[in-house]
């Protein structure tokens, strides 16, 4: 079934555009259409608000969002309560010592017998510690399984949130008890030694919090905009409910 967006039907050339921009996702094809969908009911407002610009589509939509979304500047009192309110986030120089065994979960794979094995390989590996360099060799679908599961050190922001927020929350040389999921699958994570760094100064901090904070502001007033767009859209072969923006980054 062909989609039609306000009588424009979307075609093979559009989508063979947009897809390599959406093989990391899920389901790269509705992702890909999904953004097509978007692009199309935001260049139509554009038009029909008289914002033109017939060689440029992204000069014209960021021209009607600069327009139509706007979001205020945060205070520096918002900026401060942030700060007080996540002072890990603030830290630098903090490193932990991780290991890891991945349970990659893979289209083909039965999640629920999946999660029954790694839980039991968790629960062996909390009973026998020592065992884990062993394990992770002969279970880990990550190359670290190669040295054991070592990942050496790890600093804030160079992994995933789940996998991160689960490693610094943990005490120094101890086995999660429990598994951590994250898009790459299962994880059973054994932390060594952790280096506690220090917090950064709320002056130094200042600049990288706004910005943060106007961002989440602004894609959080995008999708509202997004969802506004989609409802007086004429739109067909395709279900947009519930749908995220991949405009969003």
């Given at each position: 079934?062909?989609?039609?967006?306000?009588?424009?039907?979307?075609?093979?050339?559009?989508?063979?555009?947009?897809?390599?921009?959406?093989?990391?996702?899920?389901?790269?094809?509705?992702?890909?259409?999904?953004?097509?969908?978007?692009?199309?009911?935001?260049?139509?407002?554009?038009?029909?608000?008289?914002?033109?610009?017939?060689?440029?589509?992204?000069?014209?939509?960021?021209?009607?969002?600069?327009?139509?979304?706007?979001?205020?500047?945060?205070?520096?009192?918002?900026?401060?309560?942030?700060?007080?309110?996540?002072?890990?986030?603030?830290?630098?120089?903090?490193?932990?010592?991780?290991?890891?065994?991945?349970?990659?979960?893979?289209?083909?794979?039965?999640?629920?017998?999946?999660?029954?094995?790694?839980?039991?390989?968790?629960?062996?590996l909390l009973e026998?510690?020592?065992?884990?360099?062993?394990?992770?060799?002969?279970?880990?679908?990550?190359?670290?399984?190669?040295?054991?599961?070592s990942l050496g050190?790890?600093?804030r922001g160079t992994?995933?949130?789940?996998?991160?927020?689960?490693?610094?929350?943990?005490?120094?040389?101890?086995?999660?008890?429990?598994?951590?999921?994250?898009?790459?699958?299962?994880?059973?994570?054994?932390?060594?030694?952790?280096?506690?760094?220090?917090?950064?100064?709320?002056?130094?901090?200042?600049?990288?919090?706004?910005?943060?904070?106007?961002?989440?502001?602004?894609?959080?007033?995008?999708?509202?905009?997004?969802?506004?767009?989609?409802?007086?859209?004429?739109?067909?072969?395709?279900?947009?409910?519930?749908?995220?923006?991949?405009?969003?980054?």
């Amino acid at each position: 079934m062909p989609v039609i967006v306000n009588g424009h039907e979307l075609n093979d050339a559009e989508m063979e555009q947009e897809l390599p921009n959406h093989q990391d996702t899920p389901d790269p094809i509705k992702s890909a259409m999904t953004a097509l969908v978007l692009r199309r009911v935001l260049l139509d407002e554009a038009h029909h608000l008289g914002i033109d610009n017939e060689d440029d589509d992204e000069k014209m939509i960021d021209a009607l969002l600069q327009q139509e979304v706007s979001v205020p500047t945060p205070s520096r009192d918002e900026c401060m309560r942030h700060y007080q309110a996540y002072p890990a986030r603030f830290k630098v120089g903090e490193l932990a010592e991780a290991s890891h065994i991945l349970f990659q979960v893979t289209p083909a794979v039965d999640l629920d017998a999946l999660r029954k094995h790694a839980s039991m390989v968790l629960a062996d590996l909390l009973e026998n510690p020592a065992g884990f360099a062993e394990c992770a060799k002969a279970n880990s679908n990550c190359p670290s399984s190669e040295v054991g599961g070592s990942l050496g050190q790890i600093g804030r922001g160079t992994t995933v949130p789940e996998f991160e927020l689960a490693l610094f929350s943990a005490e120094p040389k101890s086995i999660i008890p429990a598994l951590i999921e994250t898009r790459f699958g299962l994880h059973i994570i054994q932390l060594g030694r952790k280096v506690e760094g220090r917090l950064r100064s709320f002056e130094d901090s200042e600049k990288s919090i706004a910005n943060a904070m106007h961002k989440a502001s602004f894609d959080h007033a995008l999708r509202q905009y997004l969802q506004l767009l989609v409802g007086r859209a004429k739109i067909s072969g395709i279900d947009m409910q519930g749908a995220d923006s991949p405009l969003v980054q």
